[in-house]
């Protein structure tokens, strides 16, 4: 049986950190020999992090935690012998986790580099704008809780809630580095994740464009305004989907939606990845191509009377994880 798309990716990069709620990238070498008493170094980059909560998870229930001086140092002492996962205590998209094995008779104080956070901020003016859940399709998505923690330590400073169409606002905050921490309980299960926000006033964005989908490794989000929402073609042969490496991607859901966002046409895709819809009345409509734990595909779509699908090429949709997916006439 041909692995599904999502795990196809997952599998060359990602381990699953003991405990941890969100799939997380693993060094990939052996764990790392250290003495019951070590020091774990942070880093954005090349510069220190102070003042993050770093955790040593060894994966049945024992755990040490520390938080990292003015060096981004945090020091581990009397830890038990065994084998343990060195992480932040937040982090968005997938942590950078290090796996450590802790012996007596290793040297003491050895330095574990780490680094955080594991990707970059979404920068803007203001911590608002609209958050678009994956999943749903049409007005009235879910209602999701929004708390604003100070980027470093963790901390809550502030509440909100978006509304059915996704819009919220958390009201002013001072320039600096935040995550959202997203919750909410739609028909499909509990959601939760956090999204990493630079605010900066020189920010090109004033607010945040979002799309989110969830999967077994956690919240994955990019952000819309980065992606390309080109108007496509829909040729009477329909079209194809694919994942990134160019594999046939079955059972995609198709959405043709109206300019209030309600379904007009439905279908999936065929175990080749193909789809058709039928004719549709003259008008604007937004395509949609989405499926679970993968970014959709939103695609500005006209037509026009009888000659409702006139694309001689055809379309070509590529879903991606964790980055923009990407709708083309071929």
């Given at each position: 049986m041909r692995a599904s798309p999502l795990l196809k990716l997952l599998i060359p990069v990602l381990g699953i950190a003991s405990q941890c709620i969100a799939c997380s990238i693993v060094d990939t070498a052996s764990p790392t020999r250290i003495g019951t008493s070590f020091r774990v170094r942070a880093q954005d980059g090349q510069a220190p992090v102070p003042g993050l909560p770093v955790i040593a998870d060894?994966?049945?229930?024992?755990?040490?935690?520390?938080?990292?001086?003015?060096?981004?140092?945090?020091?581990?002492?009397?830890?038990?012998?065994?084998?343990?996962?060195?992480?932040?205590?937040?982090?968005?998209?997938?942590?950078?986790?290090?796996?450590?094995?802790?012996?007596?008779?290793?040297?003491?104080?050895?330095?574990?580099?780490?680094?955080?956070?594991?990707?970059?901020?979404?920068?803007?003016?203001?911590?608002?704008?609209?958050?678009?859940?994956?999943?749903?399709?049409?007005?009235?998505q879910p209602v999701l809780s929004v708390e604003v923690l100070?980027?470093?330590?963790?901390?809550?400073?502030?509440?909100?809630?978006?509304?059915?169409?996704?819009?919220?606002?958390?009201?002013?905050?001072?320039?600096?580095?935040?995550?959202?921490?997203?919750?909410?309980?739609?028909?499909?299960?509990?959601?939760?994740g956090l999204i990493l926000v630079a605010v900066d006033p020189a920010a090109k964005r004033e607010t945040l464009d979002m799309e989110l989908t969830w999967s077994s490794c956690g919240l994955s989000y990019v952000d819309r305004t980065d992606c390309d929402r080109r108007d496509v073609q829909i040729g009477k042969a329909?079209?194809?989907?694919s994942d990134a490496s160019g594999a046939s991607f079955a059972n995609a859901n198709i959405f043709l939606l109206?300019?209030?966002?309600?379904?007009?046409?439905?279908?999936r895709t065929d175990i080749r990845g193909d789809f058709k819809l039928a004719e549709a009345p003259s008008g604007t409509y937004e395509l949609l191509v989405q499926s679970t734990g993968f970014i959709s595909s939103r695609s500005g779509v006209q037509i026009k009377g009888e000659d409702a699908v006139p694309a001689p090429s055809r379309l070509h949709v590529r879903l991606e994880f964790g980055r923009c997916s990407v709708a083309r006439n071929d």
């Open positions: 060894s994966g049945d229930g024992g755990s040490r935690r520390a938080i990292t001086d003015k060096q981004g140092m945090a020091f581990f002492h009397d830890v038990p012998p065994g084998r343990y996962h060195v992480h932040a205590d937040h982090d968005a998209g997938f942590p950078h986790s290090v796996p450590v094995e802790v012996s007596p008779r290793e040297p003491a104080m050895v330095t574990v580099p780490l680094k955080w956070p594991s990707q970059k901020p979404v920068t803007v003016r203001s911590i608002g704008g609209i958050l678009h859940i994956n999943n749903h399709v049409g007005p009235g100070e980027g470093r330590s963790g901390r809550k400073l502030k509440s909100s809630h978006s509304d059915e169409s996704g819009a919220f606002d958390a009201g002013p905050v001072a320039p600096g580095l935040y995550f959202l921490n997203l919750e909410g309980s739609p028909r499909w299960g509990q959601i939760s329909g079209g194809y989907v109206d300019s209030r966002g309600v379904v007009v046409q439905q279908t």
